[in-house]
Nanobody
Framework: QVQLVESGGGLVQAGGSLRLSCAAS????????VGWFRQAPGKEREFVAR????????SYTDSVKGRFTISRNNAKNTGYLQMNSLQPEDTAIYYC???????????????WGQGTQVTVSS
């Protein structure tokens, strides 16, 4: 099993930046793909980004492409989501997820963090 804890959320003005962190413990972090998801009130959970276990493959949902960057540091057992040019539409609770499969993580991730709130004001 893998335990995940997100941090780095907060309140930011439109156009600003924020970096989220996902600290992992338990099984070897490098054996798992990492994903980021978000959920706004009254809406379905939405896939944001994912990264393979060695960090050489990534994918993003279209709405964040060019603004967000997913990365990882396996030596630190930590994943990151750098968010630039934030807009009010990005306001949501952001969740970190992990799964042994880069493909399965997008729709059926095995492990989840508790979430961190990101609020973008106009």
């Amino acid at each position: 099993q893998v335990q995940l804890v997100e941090s780095g959320g907060g309140l930011v003005q439109a156009g600003g930046s924020l970096r989220l962190s996902c600290a992992a413990s338990g099984r070897t972090f490098s054996n798992y793909a990492v994903g980021w998801f978000r959920q706004a009130p009254g809406k379905e959970r939405e896939f944001v980004a994912r990264i393979s276990y060695v960090g050489n493959s990534t994918s993003y949902t279209d709405s964040v492409k060019g603004r967000f960057t997913i990365s990882r540091n396996n030596a630190k057992n930590t994943g990151y989501l750098q968010m630039n040019s934030l807009q009010p539409e990005d306001t949501a609770i952001y969740y970190c997820a992990a799964d042994a499969s880069f493909y399965r993580i997008k729709t059926n991730a095995a492990y989840w963090g508790q979430g961190t709130q990101v609020t973008v004001s106009s």
